[in-house]
C-alpha cells in the first residue's frame, strides 16, 4: 500500500506527465522517420550542397577554427580559388564541429562524416519541441502537442532534414522557430531577458541560413501592424529595439554578413521601423506635454518634415551606392518573371521553380485544408501574438508560391495554425460529447434544445481522427519514397522485381581519385563541383557556388562547342581531364544531354553569349537524338556526349531513353 501511494500522482503531476510522454514520442518520430535512406542505403552524404559543407566541416574539425576561418581553397574555382571562411555562412558546420568533440570528451568515438549524416534528424527533434512551446504560446498545450506531432513528420520539412541532408536547412528551421518563439515570448512580457534571448538565436540563425532576411523583415513588419492597428505598446518598444540593436551587433560579427545589415536593402525595413519606434515614443512624449491643439500642429510639421529627410537620404544613398540594392533571389521572391529574364542561371535550378498546385498536398496533405481553420481562430481571437502567427503564415504562403524550395518555410506555420485549427475542433466538439448517463428530465431538456449531440460530436471527432490517421500514412509514405533516396547512389528495379544499386557517381569519383595526378584540373558542369572536390580531392574550375558567372559560361560554351572550339576552350583553361554524366542507357534523367539547354545560357555580357538566341533561347533542333549520319551537327555540338551517344546507341541496338527527353526538348 505504500508504494502504490508513492507511485500515486496527483492530476496536474499526471497532466505534465502525459504531456511529456507525448511530446517525448514525437521528437523520438521526428528522428526516427528520418532514417529511411540510412537503413535503406548507408550512412552517406546526399545531393550536391552537403558535401561541400561536410569537407568544409571535416577541415574544421581536423584543424581548428582559426586555419578554417582564414582557409583559402585552391582546390576550386581553378585558377582562381576560394577563400572559405569569409564566404559561407559557418554554423552548421561550427555545430557540427562542436558535437563531434564533446563526444570525443566524453569518449564516444564517432567519425564526423556520421555527425553530418545524423544533425538533421537530431535538430528535427528540437524543432518539435520549440513547436510545442511556440504554439503553447499562440493557444494551449493541447494545440502545441498536435503541432509538435505533425511537424514531426510533414513531408515538407523532411524534403530537407532526413538523414544525409547535411545543408544548412538542417538546422536553420530550428534557429527559426527558436527566433520566433522567443520573441513572442519578449513580445507578451516586454522584459530585456527575452528580447536578449531572442537576438541570442537570431544570431544563430544568421550564422546558419541566408534565410534569415525573411526574419529580419518579417518581425520589423509586425512591429508596423501592431502600430497601424493600434497596438504599439512600452512593451513592443522595448522587445523590438533590444533585438534590433543586440541582433545587428551580433549578426555583423559573421564575416560572409559584414555590414549588410546597416548597407543593404534587405536590412533596411528592420532600420526603418527602428527609426519609426524612436519617432513613436517621441510623439507619446509630446502627446503628454502638450494640448491636443499644439500636438496636432508639432505632429504633423515632424512627421512631414522626417517623412521628407528620411526619403531623401534613402534616396540619395542608393543612388550613390551606399545602400546596395536587393539580390537576384530577393528581386525574384517580389518578381516571379525577374530570374527568368535577368539572371537564368538562378531559374535553370529546379528548386527556384514555381510550386505547382499537386506539391502542396504531397508536402503537406492534411494541413492545407486545416491551416484556414487555424488562421480564422487567429482573426477571431486576436492578440500580439497572433498577429504576428497570421502574418508569418501570409507571408510564407505567397513566398512558397513564387519558389518551391521556400515550401520548407511554409510547413512549420501549417503545422502550427493547422495544430490550433484541430485542437479548436476537437475541444468544441468533445464539450458536446457526454460520457456520463444524465437522468431522464435532464436528457429530455438537451434532445429539444441539441438533438443527437453525443453522435455528431462523436461523428466529428472519429472524422478528425481518420484524416490525422491518413495525414500520417501520407507522410511516412512521402518520407520513405521520395526524399529518402541520396542522388549520389540511385536505386531501380529490374524485370523480375529486383533491387538494382547505381553506384556509378562515387565510382568515377573515386576513380579519378586514384588515377589522375593529384595536380589535375577536372572540368565537369557546375553541379558535380563540390561532389569531385569532396569525393575525388581534385581541382575543378566551377562548382555550386556559382559566384563566377563568366567562368560558369566559359565552361558551358565548351560544353555546347564544336570538338576544335572546345579543345581551344579546354587547353585556355588548363584542363586536364572531363567529367560527362550520361544516362542514355539507364534513363537516368538528370544526366548533361537533360541539362545541355542550360550549357549556353550563362550570360551576356559573358563569354558564351554568342550562342544565344537573341531572346536567349538555345534554336530548335530536329526531334530526336538520332545517330550522326542523320545529324552531324547534334554529334558536332555536344562534343563531350558524343562517345556515349555512340555507345549507348551500339550497346541499345534501339534509339537510347534520352532521345524521348530530348524530344521534348526539341532537339
Keep these: 500500500m505504500t508504494k502504490l501511494g508513492f507511485l500515486r500522482l496527483s492530476y496536474e503531476k499526471q497532466d505534465t506527465l502525459l504531456k511529456l510522454l507525448i511530446l517525448s514520442m514525437a521528437a523520438v518520430l521526428s528522428f526516427s522517420t528520418r532514417l529511411f535512406s540510412v537503413l535503406r542505403f548507408e550512412s552517406v552524404i546526399h545531393e550536391f550542397d552537403p558535401y561541400f559543407n561536410y569537407r568544409t566541416t571535416r577541415f574544421l574539425a581536423e584543424e581548428g577554427f582559426y586555419k578554417f576561418h582564414n582557409w583559402f581553397d585552391d582546390r576550386a574555382w581553378y585558377p582562381l580559388g576560394r577563400i572559405i571562411g569569409g564566404t559561407i555562412y559557418p554554423g552548421l558546420m561550427i555545430t557540427s564541429a562542436a558535437i563531434y568533440h564533446v563526444l570525443h570528451f566524453f569518449h564516444v568515438t564517432i567519425d564526423i562524416r556520421n555527425v553530418c549524416v545524423f544533425l538533421a534528424p537530431l535538430f528535427s527533434s ?23 506531432a505533425m511537424i514531426a513528420v510533414v513531408p515538407g520539412y523532411i524534403s530537407r532534414s532526413v538523414a544525409g541532408s547535411y545543408d544548412n536547412e538542417g538546422i536553420a528551421i530550428f534557429c527559426m522557430l ?6 513572442i515570448k519578449a513580445v507578451k512580457t516586454g522584459s530585456i531577458y527575452w528580447a536578449a534571448m531572442c537576438a541570442l538565436a537570431y544570431f544563430y540563425m544568421v550564422s546558419s541560413w541566408g534565410g534569415y532576411v525573411f526574419l529580419i523583415n518579417l518581425i520589423p513588419l509586425h512591429v508596423l501592424v501592431l502600430m497601424l492597428t493600434g497596438r504599439f505598446s512600452h512593451r513592443i518598444y522595448v522587445a523590438y529595439c533590444t533585438v534590433y540593436c543586440l541582433g545587428t551587433i551580433l549578426s555583423m560579427q559573421i564575416s560572409f554578413v559584414g555590414f549588410q545589415p546597416v548597407l543593404s536593402s534587405e536590412h533596411m525595413a528592420a532600420l526603418g521601423v527602428f527609426g519609426l519606434c524612436q519617432i513613436h515614443a517621441f510623439v507619446d512624449y509630446l502627446r503628454s506635454k502638450l494640448n491636443p491643439q499644439q500636438f496636432e500642429i508639432l505632429f504633423r510639421s515632424v512627421i512631414s518634415l522626417v517623412g521628407f529627410l528620411l526619403l531623401s537620404l534613402g534616396t540619395v544613398l542608393m543612388l550613390t551606392g551606399k545602400i546596395s540594392p536587393w539580390t537576384g533571389r530577393f528581386y525574384s521572391l517580389l518578381d516571379p518573371s525577374y530570374a527568368k529574364n535577368n539572371i537564368p542561371i538562378i531559374a535553370s535550378v529546379s528548386e527556384h521553380q514555381p510550386t505547382t498546385w499537386s506539391s502542396y498536398y504531397f508536402d503537406l496533405q492534411l494541413l492545407v485544408f486545416m491551416f484556414p481553420v487555424g488562421l480564422y481562430y487567429c482573426f477571431s481571437n486576436l492578440s500580439d ?6 502574418m508569418y503564415g501570409v507571408t510564407s504562403m505567397y513566398f512558397s508560391a513564387v519558389m518551391v524550395r521556400l515550401m520548407l518555410v511554409l510547413a512549420p506555420v501549417m503545422c502550427i495554425l493547422s495544430g490550433i485549427g484541430v ?24 434532445d429539444s434544445t441539441y438533438p443527437i449531440k453525443n453522435e455528431v460530436a462523436s461523428g466529428m471527432i472519429l472524422v478528425m481522427a481518420f484524416f490525422l490517421i491518413t495525414y500520417t500514412f501520407h507522410s511516412t509514405w512521402v518520407t520513405s519514397e521520395a526524399y529518402s533516396s541520396p542522388s549520389i547512389v540511385l536505386a531501380a528495379r529490374g524485370g523480375d522485381g529486383s533491387r538494382i ?4 557517381f562515387r565510382e568515377a569519383y573515386y576513380w579519378l581519385r586514384h588515377n589522375t595526378p593529384e595536380d589535375a584540373k577536372v572540368m565537369s558542369w557546375w553541379d558535380y563541383g563540390y561532389q569531385i572536390t569532396a569525393m575525388a580531392n581534385r581541382t575543378i574550375l566551377v562548382d555550386n557556388n556559382t559566384w563566377n558567372n563568366t567562368h560558369i559560361s566559359r565552361v558551358g560554351q565548351a560544353m555546347a562547342s564544336t570538338e576544335e572550339k572546345a579543345y581551344e576552350i579546354m587547353r585556355e583553361l588548363d584542363v586536364s581531364y572531363v567529367l560527362v554524366i ?3 542507357l539507364t534513363g537516368y534523367s538528370s544526366d548533361d544531354i537533360n541539362k545541355f539547354l542550360c550549357h549556353p545560357r550563362p550570360r551576356p555580357p559573358h563569354q558564351g553569349a554568342r550562342l544565344l538566341h537573341p531572346h536567349g533561347r538555345v534554336p530548335r533542333r530536329p526531334r530526336g537524338l538520332p545517330g550522326a549520319a542523320q545529324l552531324p551537327h547534334v554529334q558536332d555540338v555536344l562534343l563531350p556526349l558524343r ?3 555512340h555507345r549507348g546507341q551500339a ?8 532521345q524521348r527527353r530530348n524530344r521534348q526538348q526539341g532537339l
Aim: proline share 4%; aromatic share 12%; hydrophobic share 40%.
Design 126 to 148: 528540437f524543432t518539435t519541441v520549440v513547436t510545442y512551446h511556440l504554439t503553447k504560446e499562440l493557444k494551449d498545450a493541447g494545440a502545441g502537442l498536435l503541432a509538435a
Design 423 to 446: 485542437s479548436q475542433v476537437l475541444s468544441t466538439y468533445m464539450k458536446n460529447l457526454d460520457i456520463s448517463r444524465p437522468d431522464k428530465k435532464s436528457k429530455k431538456q438537451q
Design 385 to 390: 501574438a497572433r498577429i504576428f502567427i497570421i
Design 651 to 658: 550497346a541499345a541496338g534501339l534509339r537510347p531513353r534520352a
Design 501 to 504: 544499386i547505381f553506384d556509378d
Design 178 to 183: 527558436l527566433t520566433y518563439y522567443m520573441w
Design 582 to 584: 550520361f544516362g542514355g
Design 643 to 645: 562517345p556515349g551517344l
